[in-house]
């Protein structure tokens, strides 16, 4: 079994949750490719088995990278393939207080008729640039664990 993680990040929280992810993932036993969105020149459902995608909120949204590589995941070879979302997100923000990039991504991601594992991880950071709160590494840990478990599963 072999998964993809891609996330966005501008000023690094993002990056380590997705670093996070993909080790425990590993631990598990499970083979990932770690990608930072802005180095996925080609994406071919045919390569992977699932796919974990993240992003910073920015204005209750996805990044504008993420929303750009979306468009790279073909239904046709990604339908009915496993996927989980996160995201991070600044509390702090009063606007878009609900609003959440994992979410919206899940959405288009289940549009795609591609099959949601978990419910989403937010992970939050202190102030616009972080850093991660305190603890949300290792919610992320146990959230990969929960996951990879789920993938075992799914793979009977
Ligand atoms: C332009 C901008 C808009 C943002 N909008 C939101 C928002 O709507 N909701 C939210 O919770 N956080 C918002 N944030 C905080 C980001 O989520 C935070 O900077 C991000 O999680 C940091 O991740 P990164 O270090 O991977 O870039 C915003 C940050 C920026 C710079």
Aim: proline share 3%; glycine share 8%.
């Amino acid at each position: 079994m072999k998964g993809i993680v891609v996330y966005d990040t501008s000023y690094g929280n993002t990056k380590k949750i997705a670093e996070t992810i993909a080790e425990t993932l590993k631990e598990s036993g499970i083979e990932i490719d770690l990608f930072d969105v802005k180095d996925v020149k080609k994406l071919s459902g045919k390569d992977y088995n699932f796919l974990v995608l993240g992003s910073p909120t920015k204005f209750g949204t996805m990044s504008f990278a993420i929303r750009f590589f979306l468009g790279k995941v073909k239904s046709e070879e990604w339908m009915n393939k496993p996927f989980a979302a996160f995201d991070t997100e600044n509390p702090e923000n009063l606007e878009n207080k609900e609003a959440s990039a994992a979410e919206k991504i899940s959405e288009k991601l289940r549009d795609k008729k591609m099959n949601q594992l978990l419910p989403v991880l937010k992970a939050l950071v202190l102030g616009q640039k972080g850093p991660l709160k305190e603890g949300e590494i290792e919610r992320t840990k146990d959230y990969a664990r929960e996951l990879a478990i789920k993938l075992k599963e799914k793979k009977g």
